[in-house]
Nanobody
Framework: QVQLVESGGGLVQAGGSLRLSCAAS????????INWFRQAPGKEREFVAG??????NYKPSVKGRFTISRDNAKRMWYLQMNSLKPEDTAVYYC????????????WGQGTQVTVSS
């Protein structure tokens, strides 16, 4: 059994920063990618950023403002979010893929990020 737990969300003013964390616990697993998604009220969940062993990928609107990183030894993944905008307000989720493909094997419960104008 694998659990992913996000933390670090909160309320911040526009232009501010937050760092989200995703901690893995339970059974050790090998992973192909770790990803961050977000879902705003009334909108579909969308991809924000992803990291594999060799590359990173970002939603265009967050590129240059958000940075995804990992600490393998701690089984932790991070999303540093700078220059936050009100449109970044959403529940943020981390999701892990064990192999490349269209689906994700593990999801966290989400952490709320609210950016005030």
């Amino acid at each position: 059994q694998v659990q992913l737990v996000e933390s670090g969300g909160g309320l911040v003013q526009a232009g501010g920063s937050l760092r989200l964390s995703c901690a893995a616990s339970g059974q050790t697993f090998s992973w192909y990618s770790i990803n961050w998604f977000r879902q705003a009220p009334g909108k579909e969940r969308e991809f924000v950023a992803g990291i594999t062993w060799s590359s990173t990928n970002y939603k265009p609107s967050v590129k240059g403002r958000f940075t995804i990183s990992r600490d393998n030894a701690k089984r932790m993944w991070y999303l540093q979010m700078n220059s936050l905008k009100p449109e970044d307000t959403a529940v943020y989720y981390c999701a892990a893929q064990r192999v490349i493909g269209p689906s994700y094997d593990y999801w966290g419960q989400g952490t709320q990020v609210t950016v005030s104008s």
